[in-house]
């Protein structure tokens, strides 16, 4: 009995030691420096400072402001992420010819790089040799071109608009997975009851995929809270701060200023903060009081 | 048996002494990539055939990741002998205290009698000291596009920056997508703001950029005002979409002749000969400002010895090696960077051409070309960029008077202990 104890601990450890060093550590090893000064100038010299990192970032001019973008940012993308990846699934849950081909051209976004699409359309939207711009001007639409990325007024628009035509495949992978899973006996009984397209959507859809729906959405705001790629490749947070969200501004504090304790303590605001949302979330949803 | 063990013995012994007296030099660079990597690995065999004994291990981490490996192998003492040093990183790499100064090397040296003005000024951004001997620099100069600004008469490069912007305005027409200065307004457009700014001045101290020889800020100063205003009618002569421009949009815009006016750094060369042709473009020093100079900045990178080092002065026998005109020229031709060596200028046809006419003007006119540094050995250096960057975007947009841009310049730097 002795032996297989020791059998079970030895096979169970490299998943622990795997946990430990990629997850636990880091996020312990983040907290400590937080806490102190460690810049590229006292790399060889770290030093406790207390709150001071967090009290410069909160009383920055500027913190309330990228929170501000931040809750923008979160709440447009993940929206309009959902309302299209749902009527995507609705399209693709029906076989048709050729769904297979469309389902891999429509879902292509997903596969690539935050940062390459960044760059992507960076260069689509460029306010001077962009090709929208171009095709905008040649459809006489615009008379001058429009500084999508440089112009406050539209640069964070632009930036949710990246990322709702990123984010939609992945709504409609998992609500497509989810719809296939709803009863067919369902709708053929809602059909002789005489319900309606938009009845069976809103009755037997919508109720049989929520729990799809509240993880996705959970999940969506998480990752597009820790997304700076698309920010990052295409504006870094400007014009002037008008895109500027927390995870870019750590991002900015590590290779601009080169402030590892001031990044680390951003991080920290950041993951406390996503977890009482969490947490606060997933309560209401589990009440049913999360309606859609 | 006994006369087998004695052969295999002497041979052990032969073997032994010929490894003992190879020695190993441990190199490491930071801007890895597979051209340059080549180009060095050159140079190293030339080195090594020169030196028998000599071998040289070059270790190349990728680039992203390069100035933390080699900040923590430093300061752990790990083995290396030589480590490439930028401008970026030398304050927090001396300031380690692993980096052995050069001085004793370069009072002996030869080179230093060669070297572009400034090289060794710039070297000595850390406590008056050289930790690293610079192998190439970067400068800005002014690019422009004779074959567009010809179409409106202006044949010549702008002297001065009144001269500059009154070109700028003569060939903006928006309607035509035609505009004149080629502008940064994002990723480090720091010294763009200062080439501008500090030309309004003639006191400027040699050792800091942002300080007058009085020893106070240039931004308490009126004439840093009229520096930003200037900057802001550049501005108008720009597409306005540039002030969301990094380097990449700035090429393009050079290239397709939106704008033909631009100041850019020598690896620009290498990317204007291939996307334009050498003959298409031309370079000129920088316009002279109000103060009647300008003040340009160097960019260098260059090799390091450790101080734990069991070999340097075959280290620096490495380092002078590489400095030597010839290997200069080769290493910064396909580096895009401009050599260190005055005479490479003078020897290699390349550095003669045309092309580097701009910057072989400001070498040689020391009177109204005014090499100066940034303080970066300031830890405020690295938060600097960013509130400059963001804070000029907002000057910019106008929802920031200039004033209280300057202001904000000033107090930062006060309180970093800069200026009395």
Redesign the interface.
């Known amino acids: 009995m002795k032996r297989l104890r020791f059998w079970i601990f030895l096979m169970l450890l490299p998943t622990f030691a795997l946990i430990f060093f990629i997850n636990l550590y880091p996020l312990v090893r983040g907290g400590v420096i937080s806490f102190q000064r460690l ?3 006292t ?2 010299r770290p030093r406790f400072i207390g709150f001071e990192n967090y009290r410069t970032l909160i009383t920055d001019p ?1 913190f309330w402001n990228i929170i501000l973008n931040t809750v923008v940012w979160i709440f447009f993308s993940v929206l309009f992420q959902l309302v299209f990846g749902f009527i995507l699934a609705l399209l693709l849950v029906k076989p048709f010819k050729g769904r297979g081909l469309y389902m891999g051209v429509v879902f292509y976004p997903w596969a690539l790089s935050g940062f390459a699409i960044g760059l992507l359309w ?1 260069w689509i939207l ?4 962009g090709i929208l711009n171009d095709i905008l001007i040649k459809l006489h639409l615009i008379k ?2 429009i ?1 999508f ?4 007024r539209f640069a964070m628009f632009s930036v949710i608009m990246i990322n709702v035509w990123y984010g939609i495949p992945f709504f409609a992978i998992m609500l497509l997975a989810a719809l296939q899973s709803v009863p067919k006996e369902l709708y053929e009984a809602a059909q002789i009851d005489g319900a309606t397209m938009w009845h069976r959507l809103v009755r037997i859809t919508i109720p049989c995929i929520k729990p799809a729906i509240t993880s996705t959405v959970l999940l969506r705001i998480i990752w597009v809270m820790n997304f700076p790629d698309i920010i990052y490749g295409t ?2 947070g ?4 008008a895109t500027n969200i927390l995870s870019v501004q750590m991002i ?1 504090i590590v290779y ?4 590892f304790g001031k990044a680390s303590a951003l991080g920290i605001i950041i993951t406390g903060v996503l977890l009482a949302f969490s947490v606060a979330y997933l309560i209401v949803a589990e009440k049913g009081a999360f309606e859609l | 048996m006994r006369k087998f063990s004695f052969v295999v013995l002497i041979v052990l012994l032969f073997v032994g002494l010929v490894f003992a007296e190879t020695v190993t030099l441990r190199v490491i660079q930071v801007f890895t990539s597979p051209l340059r990597t080549k180009v060095l690995e050159e140079i190293i065999s030339k080195f090594e055939a020169q030196n028998p004994g000599v071998k040289v291990e070059l270790i190349s981490p990728p680039y992203e990741t390069a100035y933390q490996k080699i900040y923590l192998m430093v300061s752990a003492e790990e083995p290396l002998d030589i480590v490439e040093v930028g401008d970026w990183s030398l304050s927090a790499l001396a300031s380690m205290g692993k980096l052995l100064s050069l001085e004793p090397y370069l009072a002996q040296s030869q080179l230093t009698g060669h070297l572009v003005p400034g090289v060794l000024d710039a070297a000595r951004t850390y406590k008056n000291t050289a930790y690293l001997l610079p192998n190439a620099i970067y400068v800005k100069t002014l690019f422009f596009r004779p074959e567009i600004t010809s179409k409106y008469n202006l044949n010549n490069a702008p002297a001065t920056m009144e001269q500059l912007l009154e070109f700028c305005r003569a060939i903006t027409k928006p309607e035509q997508n035609q505009y004149g200065f080629d502008f940064r307004g994002k990723g480090y457009p720091t010294a763009f703001i200062d080439i501008v700014m500090t030309s309004f001045f003639d006191d400027i101290d040699p050792n800091c950029m942002y300080l007058k020889k009085d020893g106070k800020l240039i931004f308490e100063d009126k004439r840093a005002l009229d520096g930003i205003n200037f900057y802001l009618e550049l501005f108008k002569t720009a597409p306005k979409d540039s002030i969301n421009w990094g380097f990449d949009e700035q090429v393009n815009s050079f290239v397709s002749g939106i704008t033909p006016y631009l100041f850019q750094d020598p690896d620009t060369v290498g990317l204007l000969n291939e996307l334009l042709g050498s003959d298409r473009y031309r370079t000129a020093p920088l316009p002279l400002g109000k103060g009647g100079k300008a003040y340009p900045t160097i960019g260098f990178a260059g090799w390091g010895i450790t101080s734990y080092s069991k070999y340097k002065d075959i280290a620096w026998k490495f380092l002078e090696f590489f400095n030597s005109p010839e290997i200069n020229a080769l290493w910064c031709k396909d580096y895009g960077a401009l050599p260190v060596d005055m005479r490479v200028y003078d020897i290699d046809p390349y550095f003669k051409s045309d092309i580097f006419h701009g910057w072989t003007v400001m070498f040689g006119d020391t009177q109204h070309y005014q090499f100066t540094k940034y303080p970066l050995d300031n830890e405020a250096w690295s938060e600097w960029n960013e509130l400059h960057e963001s804070t000029m975007q907002q000057v910019l947009l106008g929802k920031m008077k200039p004033e209280t841009a300057l202001k904000t310049w000033a107090d930062f730097w006060k309180k970093a202990g800069l200026g009395k």
């Open positions: 810049t590229v100038f790399l060889n500027n960076s460029n306010g001077q040799f001058q071109p500084s990325l440089s112009d406050p504006t870094r400007g014009p002037a701060g900015n601009y200023q080169n402030n």
